[in-house]
Structures are given as structure tokens and as C-alpha cells.
């Protein structure tokens, strides 16, 4: 498979951005999106919109209020409140004291639940007042202010319960009660309060920093779609205008299988996952465009075993190296060539091969749109757990070799385990 020799593409997501107002991000002048399939208007419309979502970034941290959120701080705090009560009953039970479970859990039950009604209140309070954007003093100072008001509200709270808790112990006028709960419980409501703040603020910072992360990968996988649907349609509607005044009717019913392909590929997203099989099936239609302009020289085949074909890969992954093949590989030839797809399990991955006969073996391959977009398309997607490489042997076959994790999915029929023309 011979690479696409074509003009490199300027990077969609490189140049300067202006902010022009605070809801909107245009492109600097001398920016615009240029002309022909170089440059992809698309592509940095989402630039453009992952900017936004920068600039305007808010995440919804938590909904503490609710149910869910509610029921797990009441599990953690829950967690916490044993805890406390058995080493409590542990120490006196080793003092050699007569101290019932209810007596070692009556002050962790108290504190726990005090702390367990409030935290909600505290994530809110992180969620909107957070210490990780501007105006940090004052945000600072109404921490502050909060965790001095929490220790008030919890010195109230303690009074009711004083005779609770401690059921043995002589009773003390309220004002005094009151002082020793400030002053008493001051220093561990500060490490109590900082504590929750400082974890709400970790987990804040994670689910903002996972969410630009997600954000760009999405924003960068689509602006490669963008680019390689441009390159492959430009490529077919050539080969539509070389048969308009040879065969028309042929012409014209290439219109009719490009726009099937074309609307596979809009209802379809870059990030999303379709068996083998269906991305095989997408193949089939571009390669039968393309046999009406070559005829007998272009020949496909395509070798999937059963659990291969349902193992499920990116959207339109196959058809730009498969274009490739077409464009550089079967095109400049005057004899028949042949794509081969083959697809196998191996070890937890599925491993697919791309290879077709290129018109010589003294070129050394040269990394177009096609073959860089498929290799940015599986980092995006997997990471470290994909591989991507290509070769052009001595014979003058260029093969594509990608792995990736393999998942299964349904799928109503499958190809057997012999070759099968497509």
C-alpha cells in the first residue's frame, strides 16, 4: 500500500486564538479556513468549540443534595462511627471498665452524624466557591468564616445531646457547657473541616482535569474525522468526474453508492465503536465505487474469522487505508491488484492486517493524512494498548499492521473462517 503523497495538512488545532468577548473565541485575522480540502472549516470549528467549553468551564463536582451523594457521605461517616466505637470498647474493655457497646458508641454516633449532616453542605460550598480559581483571598476568608460558624453550630448541637453522651457525668450549667464545646472541640472541628475541604478540592480537581482531557480528546478525534472525510470523498468524486463523459449511467450510479457512504459517515461518530463486520460492510461500498473506474484490475478480499468480526473498533478506521491502497497502490498500476483485510484474535487483541500490491518497491513510504490520522485516531482511543505500523517489502506489497484490546460484540452474522471475496 503505497502512502498518500498529497500536501502535508496545516495542524487544525496549531495557531494563535483571540478571545473577543467572554462568550466566544474567534479565529485571529489571516486565520480563516482557507480553501480546498487543506484546510478543514470543520475541523476548527471544533477548535473553536473545545475553547468554549474551556473558557466557560464549570463542572457540576457534585449534586450533594441529592439521594446518591447523600447515601454515600452517610456511608462513610457510617464507616467512620464503628470504627471509633470499637476502639473505644477496646480501651475501656482493657482498662478493665463496665462499659457497654451503647456506651463506646454514643459520642462516635454524636460527632459522626454531626459531621455526616454537614459535609453535603461543605462539597456545596466547594462547588462554588472553589480555591482553585481567582480571587483566592477572598475565598480563603469565607472558608474561614464558615469553619468559625461550624464551630458555633456544633457546640449548640453538642448541648442537647450532653446528657446522652455522657449519662454519668454531673450536670453543668449551659454557659459553661457551651464554652467548653468551643473551646474543646476547636482545634478537631479545624481538622475535621480543612480535611473535607482539602479532599473535595482533590476530587475537584481530578474531575475537572479528567473533563478538559475528554474534552480535547473528543475535540481532536473529531477534527481528524474532519480531515480524512474530505480526503477520501475529494479522491471519489474525482473518479465520478473521470467516467462522466464514458459511461454516465455508471457515473451515476457511483453518485448513488458515494451517497450511501457519505451518510454512513455523518450518522456516525468518531468516537464511536462498531463491530468488524459493519466496518467491513462500509469498506465494501467505497470499494465498489471504485471498481466501476477500475474494473477487473481492482480485486478484494477480505479473511475474518467468526470471533474477529464481531470484535468492535473505531468508526471508519479501515476506509482511509483503504482508500490509500486504491489511490496509491492499485491506480498507478497497469495489472490487476489485489487488497487483502485479514483479522484475527490473538492473545486478548485483535490484530488486523491491511496489505495490497503497490506499483514498486524502490519507493520508501512517505506518512500522509491517511496513515497519521489512523495512527492519532488509535492513541486517542487506546492509548498505550494499540499499535500501528507499516511496511513496504521487496516484493512491492505494503502491509498495515494494527493491533488493539479486543471486545466482542453481538452481531447478527459474521464471516466463517475461510477467505470470502467482499
Known amino acids: 500500500m503505497n502512502t498518500c503523497n498529497a500536501p502535508a495538512v496545516p495542524p487544525v488545532l496549531d495557531g494563535p486564538y483571540q478571545k473577543r468577548d467572554k462568550s466566544s473565541v474567534r479565529p485571529a485575522p489571516g486565520l480563516g479556513c482557507g480553501t480546498g480540502w487543506q484546510r478543514s472549516c470543520g475541523a476548527e470549528q471544533q477548535y473553536l468549540e473545545y475553547a468554549r467549553r474551556v473558557q466557560r468551564f464549570r463542572i457540576e463536582f457534585s449534586q450533594p443534595f441529592k439521594l446518591g451523594p447523600w447515601a454515600v457521605v452517610t456511608f462513610v461517616w ?19 471498665q463496665r462499659f457497654t457497646w451503647l456506651d463506646s458508641f454514643r459520642y462516635p454516633a454524636v460527632e459522626c452524624l454531626f459531621w455526616c449532616l454537614f459535609t453535603p453542605v461543605l462539597l456545596w460550598l466547594v462547588q462554588r466557591f472553589d480555591l482553585l480559581s481567582p480571587n483566592r483571598t477572598k475565598r480563603v476568608l469565607l472558608f474561614i468564616s464558615a469553619n468559625g460558624a461550624l464551630e458555633l453550630v456544633h457546640a449548640l448541637y453538642r448541648l442537647p445531646l450532653h446528657h446522652f453522651v455522657y449519662p454519668r457525668m454531673e450536670p453543668i450549667p449551659r454557659s459553661t457547657l457551651f464554652r467548653y464545646y468551643v473551646l474543646g472541640n476547636m482545634l478537631n472541628d479545624v481538622w475535621v473541616f480543612w480535611s473535607i475541604v482539602a479532599i473535595a478540592h482533590l476530587a ?16 481532536q478525534m473529531q477534527a481528524l474525522k474532519s480531515q480524512l472525510q474530505p480526503h477520501f470523498f475529494f479522491n471519489a468524486l474525482n473518479s465520478i468526474s473521470s467516467l462522466m463523459r464514458d459511461d454516465v449511467e455508471a457515473a451515476d450510479d457511483m453518485i448513488t453508492r458515494l451517497s450511501d457512504l457519505l451518510r454512513v459517515s455523518l450518522k456516525t461518530d468518531a468516537a464511536q465503536e462498531i463491530p468488524l463486520l459493519k466496518e467491513v460492510e462500509v469498506v465494501e461500498t ?3 465505487i471504485e471498481r466501476m473506474r477500475f474494473a477487473d484490475r481492482l480485486k478484494f478480499s477480505c479473511d475474518l474469522t467468526e470471533e474477529a468480526a464481531s470484535a468492535k473498533l473505531p468508526a471508519l478506521i479501515l476506509l482511509p487505508l483503504v482508500e490509500n491502497a486504491v489511490r496509491h497502490g492499485i491506480a498507478p498500476r497497469s495489472r490487476p491488484g489485489e487488497i487483502i483485510i485479514t483479522a484475527r484474535r490473538r492473545n486478548g487483541s485483535l490484530s488486523l492486517t491491511i496489505s495490497n500490491d503497490a506499483p514498486s518497491a524502490q519507493h520508501r513510504p512517505v506518512e500522509g493524512i491517511g496513515l497519521a490520522g489512523t495512527r492519532t485516531r488509535l492513541q486517542q482511543h487506546y492509548g498505550a494498548r494499540s499499535s500501528f505500523d507499516y511496511e513496504l517489502s521487496p516484493e512491492g506489497v505494503m502491509t498495515v499492521r494494527i493491533t488493539l484490546p479486543f471486545v466482542a460484540e453481538k452481531i447478527a452474522a459474521v464471516y466463517g473462517d475461510s477467505r470470502s471475496h467482499c
Not at 78 to 96: D, F, P, S, V
Not at 204 to 219: D, H, N, Q, V
Open 286 to 288: 467505497y470499494i465498489k
Open 78 to 96: 457510617a464507616g467512620i462511627a464503628l470504627t471509633m466505637a470499637a476502639q473505644n470498647h477496646l480501651y475501656e474493655t482493657a482498662l478493665r
Open 204 to 219: 475537584l480537581y481530578y474531575a475537572r482535569a479528567s473533563e478538559r482531557e475528554g474534552a480535547l480528546a473528543c475535540a
